[in-house]
């Protein structure tokens, strides 16, 4: 301090030890220089408690949701052995890094069986890239005409109804050349219930229809829950049937992307329970996809944004009837080696005829 002292009138006391006065307020108590210099660290150090404590609530109350969370996703995610044996595998391309490829399985089975044997509605298979700055949707029509281990060619289903999960999975690994990490299979009550949680998606509509009293108009459209299931149901009225069909499926999964990441669903703790109880009770994966697997995959893509996510459709070249087996879809010879060279490279994002607004 200088040795000016400070102007002063009524209630100033004089400095212990000196002649300098300090101003004080109306009704202070004087004070000694060492309680002086003692006052002001100890209310730094009852703020620094404070935040301290303030900041582990926080911590604990994420900590405990968290673990509500994991304990959530524990109780109702069915564990099956949905991939092959190992012997029968497609060998992991060491230039894919840690990009994951997961099959997604959706059964339109009414019953509460979700492993019907005889259906396999949805065929997508999402690519995770790398750096985790990309996913691509890709929907496998169910009847692309395709080589399946032990029983010839035949539509890509029927290899889900002569060996379930395992043997589609053998039988795209096949096709590809590349490792399928995970299975994952949801009924198609989930995306009922998930669209209404989230108060309804918009998507996208190309063709106008009308499917079990809910009418469809083109451009976009708002869905509550059972118009959503109405939606990706359809196939019959669609111009290239199942092939719009997994392009209506996929215009709905963007929707659902969209709403939730734009939303703060992520960000809101009770809506984000909802969310997950909606996903997980619907749903059945591979037995080596752990709770801590699924939980680390989800952490390491909560930067992804809508614009991250694209869709495609397998390639094929066109339509014919293969006697005893019907009408199928005819494999891109060429396009699907592109794909399966793409994935192995972890560069499917460079392929072109993605979109990142189907419907």
Same mark, same amino acid.
């Given at each position: 301090?200088?040795?000016?002292?400070?102007?002063?009138?009524?209630?100033? #006391? &004089?400095?212990?030890?000196?002649?300098?006065?300090?101003?004080?307020?109306?009704?202070?108590?004087?004070?000694?220089?060492?309680?002086?210099?003692?006052?002001?660290?100890?209310?730094?150090?009852?703020?620094?408690?404070?935040?301290?404590?303030?900041?582990?609530?926080?911590?604990?109350?994420?900590?405990?949701?968290?673990?509500?969370?994991?304990? /959530?996703?524990?109780?109702?995610?069915?564990?099956?052995?949905?991939?092959?044996?190992?012997?029968?595998?497609?060998?992991?391309?060491?230039?894919?890094?840690?990009?994951?490829?997961?099959? /997604?399985?959706?059964?339109?089975?009414?019953?509460?069986?979700?492993?019907?044997?005889?259906?396999?509605?949805?065929?997508?298979?999402?690519?995770?890239?790398?750096?985790?700055?990309?996913?691509?949707?890709?929907?496998?029509?169910?009847?692309?005409?395709?080589?399946?281990?032990?029983?010839?060619?035949?539509?890509?289903? #029927?290899?889900?109804?002569?060996?379930?999960?395992?043997?589609?999975?053998?039988?795209?690994?096949?096709?590809?050349?590349?490792?399928?990490?995970?299975?994952?299979?949801?009924?198609?009550? %989930?995306?009922?219930?998930?669209?209404?949680?989230?108060?309804?998606?918009?998507?996208?509509?190309?063709?106008?229809?009308?499917?079990?009293?809910?009418?469809?108009?083109?451009?976009?459209?708002?869905?509550?829950?059972?118009?959503?299931?109405?939606?990706?149901?359809?196939?019959?009225?669609?111009?290239?049937?199942?092939?719009?069909?997994?392009?209506?499926?996929?215009?709905? /999964?963007?929707?659902?992307?969209?709403?939730?990441?734009? $939303?703060?669903?992520?960000?809101?703790?009770?809506?984000? $329970?909802?969310?997950?109880?909606?996903?997980?009770?619907?749903?059945?994966?591979?037995?080596?996809?752990?709770?801590?697997?699924?939980?680390? /995959?989800?952490?390491?893509?909560?930067?992804?944004?809508?614009?991250?996510?694209?869709?495609?459709?397998?390639?094929?070249?066109?339509?014919?009837?293969?006697?005893?087996?019907?009408?199928?879809?005819?494999?891109?010879?060429?396009?699907?080696?592109?794909?399966?060279?793409?994935? &192995?490279?972890?560069?499917?994002?460079?392929?072109?005829?993605?979109?990142?607004?189907? %419907?």
């Amino acid at each position: 301090m200088s040795g000016e002292a400070p102007v002063g009138g009524e209630g100033t #006391a &004089q400095r212990a030890g000196s002649g300098a006065s300090t101003q004080m307020a109306p009704g202070e108590e004087p004070t000694t220089g060492r309680e002086r210099g003692r006052r002001p660290r100890s209310r730094a150090r009852v703020i620094a408690y404070t935040l301290l404590t303030m900041l582990l609530v926080v911590v604990l109350a994420a900590v405990g949701f968290g673990l509500y969370l994991d304990h /959530l996703v524990s109780a109702n995610v069915r564990h099956d052995p949905l991939l092959p044996p190992a012997e029968s595998r497609a060998a992991r391309a060491q230039a894919a890094g840690d990009a994951q490829n997961i099959l /997604l399985l959706g059964s339109d089975s009414r019953t509460e069986q979700l492993q019907d044997a005889s259906r396999a509605d949805v065929i997508q298979l999402v690519h995770i890239s790398d750096d985790r700055s990309s996913v691509q949707v890709i929907h496998f029509p169910r009847d692309l005409y395709v080589p399946i281990p032990g029983h010839g060619r035949n539509k890509i289903n #029927a290899a889900y109804a002569f060996g379930g999960a395992p043997l589609l999975v053998q039988t795209m690994e096949s096709l590809l050349h590349v490792r399928i990490d995970h299975v994952a299979q949801i009924g198609f009550d %989930g995306f009922r219930d998930l669209t209404n949680t989230v108060g309804g998606v918009d998507v996208n509509v190309d063709q106008p229809t009308t499917s079990d009293g809910h009418t469809f108009t083109r451009g976009i459209n708002h869905l509550d829950g059972d118009a959503a299931l109405a939606f990706v149901r359809e196939r019959k009225q669609l111009s290239e049937g199942d092939i719009d069909r997994g392009r209506r499926q996929q215009a709905w /999964l963007k929707g659902l992307l969209d709403k939730t990441l734009r $939303a703060g669903t992520l960000a809101n703790p009770v809506r984000l $329970a909802h969310v997950v109880d909606d996903t997980t009770s619907n749903l059945v994966v591979d037995d080596g996809f752990s709770t801590g697997e699924m939980r680390s /995959l989800a952490l390491s893509l909560r930067n992804l944004r809508g614009g991250g996510v694209t869709f495609g459709t397998a390639p094929f070249s066109g339509f014919r009837s293969v006697p005893g087996v019907g009408s199928v879809d005819v494999v891109d010879d060429d396009g699907m080696a592109r794909l399966g060279q793409a994935l &192995q490279q972890d560069r499917v994002a460079d392929l072109p005829k993605s979109t990142a607004n189907p %419907g």
